[in-house]
């Protein structure tokens, strides 16, 4: 790991940035690698059937059967990339409402003052910020199934970080990782542990105490990773695998914290608008289930209310707007990009092929292993399934089935499914969130994996250590 970072140390000091491959080439080329796999990959489908607790479709276990081929054509393989964007419609949206929001909040100045006040009384405590945010961030992960929403804080949390002298990797870190974690660590996540248990047919949100641990687990090690990390990038910036790209791109970002003015009362009102708007959507999202849709629309109102009592004509109010979208292009394209893979895999009927085939695997896994088999088969699949509800209907069927054989408790499988539903999320370029958020933060999707490897292989280890210990002991429903 030490060499792994003194090579990107060396690489910085020499001066000289490698022109980055741009994110929706890459995309591009994972796009077409998917419609090239529909070639090779037999087609073949299970039975599905509606779940009356879940509403959602399920597979039939040992109804899996081989179709007629139907691989991606050059045509095909074009209209994913529309599909994919109409897919991810309700996030494109809600990405772009955000950064148009927070662009008419910016143009009051309300919250580069703000921060600036914030920043200024934490000198020489910076490093306090991580575990704050990081925990906060968890939290709602764990708890409410926060993922996507946490976009719309990258700008606030790049500005922060790139002020106080941290890098935009430590940026997305304290949102993605400590989301992760949370999404790993799912105490009642609905979208999650909840859909999977109500699958398994065992108590909703039961086996609270152990995955409670298992959150606290990872979210320590998460923060102490991050926190050494941006420590070694404030004591020498050219640390950072992000220096060249951060001096190019975000250093402009940085809120001056020299003759930091005190906010004016409209400024304030700005700022009380914004935080009763966050404030708000949590509520909502924990007490009536608020998603993107009804985020937007409070986050819209958030921008316009925000705009007005902030003292924006309302013509600025409308610029802003647009300027908060045009920032948000990239990572929305980069969202629907992300979804055109799992278009053109699902439209030639080789998803179920793989998920027969890794279950297959799976079985010759020796009884004293199974969890951790059922884990990493998870973390395989979800690099083409990285919805969490999605593929807890696909995939618990089977896991359920396949625990009820080898005498494995269900607890114990829904526990390899949460924990393999989270770590790959965002270490393959199938998560369009990441993208997204390392879009908004120009850094390079290859700085961010070697980044995050050396954590994700704790987290592994963290994942076996709980696997064993639920079979081991029997993990059951209390």
């Known amino acids: ?93 809600f990405l772009l409402i955000i950064g148009g929001m927070f662009a008419i909040i910016n143009g009051t100045g309300a919250l580069n003052v703000g921060m600036a006040n914030v920043l200024k009384r934490l000198k020489g405590r910076e490093l306090l910020l991580i575990p704050i945010l990081m925990i906060c961030f968890g939290c709602g992960s764990a708890f409410c199934g926060n993922f996507e929403e946490f976009l719309v804080f990258v700008p606030l949390v790049l500005a922060c970080c790139i002020t106080v002298g941290f890098d935009s990797l ?48 990872l979210e320590i090690v998460s923060i102490a990773y991050v ?26 970002k940085k809120i001056k914290l020299d003759n930091v003015s005190r906010l004016s009362n409209r400024q304030i009102y700005a700022l009380i608008v914004f935080m009763l708007g ?21 986050f819209l109102a958030v921008g316009i209310i925000g705009g007005a009592v902030g003292g924006l004509k309302p013509k600025d109010i409308c610029e802003y707007f647009v300027k908060g979208c045009k920032d948000m292009v990239l990572p929305c394209i980069m969202i629907g990009f992300a979804n055109a893979a799992i278009v053109i895999l699902n439209d030639a009927d080789v998803l179920d092929t793989v998920l027969h085939s890794l279950s297959g695997i799976l079985q010759k896994f020796p009884e004293s292993v199974m969890p951790i088999g059922m884990f990493i088969f998870h973390e395989l699949f979800n690099v083409i399934v990285p919805s969490g509800s999605a593929q807890a209907a696909i995939t618990m069927p089977l896991m359920t089935a396949l625990a009820d054989k080898v005498g494995m408790t269900r607890q114990t499988a829904v526990l390899a499914y949460q924990l393999g539903d989270a770590f790959t999320n965002i270490m393959v370029p199938t998560g369009g969130e990441i993208l997204a958020a390392l879009a908004i933060c120009k850094v390079p999707f290859g700085k961010w994996v070697k980044y995050l490897f050396p954590l994700f292989v704790i987290w592994w280890l963290v994942a076996f250590v709980f696997l064993l210990y639920a079979s081991g002991t029997g993990f059951g429903p209390v």
């Not at 910036?237 to 791109?249: A, Q, W």
């Open 1 to 93: 790991m030490l060499k792994l970072f003194t090579n990107i140390e060396k690489s910085n000091e020499s001066g000289k940035k490698k022109e980055a491959m741009h994110p929706m080439i890459l995309m591009v080329i994972v796009v077409a690698l998917c419609a090239f796999f529909t070639y090779i990959i037999p087609a073949g489908e299970y039975e599905r059937v509606i779940d009356g607790e879940t509403e959602r479709e399920t597979v039939v276990p040992d109804s899996f059967q081989y179709v007629e081929r139907t691989p991606a054509s050059v045509l095909k393989l074009l209209m994913s990339l529309t599909l994919g964007m109409q897919e991810a419609s309700g996030i494109i949206f």
């Open 170 to 217: 430590t940026a997305v870190g304290i949102i993605f990782i400590s989301a992760t974690a949370g999404y790993a660590g799912s105490i009642t996540n609905a979208f999650t542990v909840g859909t999977a248990q109500k699958i398994a047919d065992i108590p909703l949100f039961s086996g609270m105490s152990l995955r409670i641990v298992l959150f606290i687990s």
């Open 227 to 252: 926190m050494w990390l941006a420590h070694m990038v404030k004591v020498n910036p050219k640390f950072s695998g992000s220096y060249l790209y951060d001096e190019e791109y975000n250093k402009g």
């Open 278 to 298: 966050m404030v708000f959507a949590v509520f909502g999202m924990i007490r009536w289930g608020y998603y993107v849709d009804e985020l937007a629309a409070i």
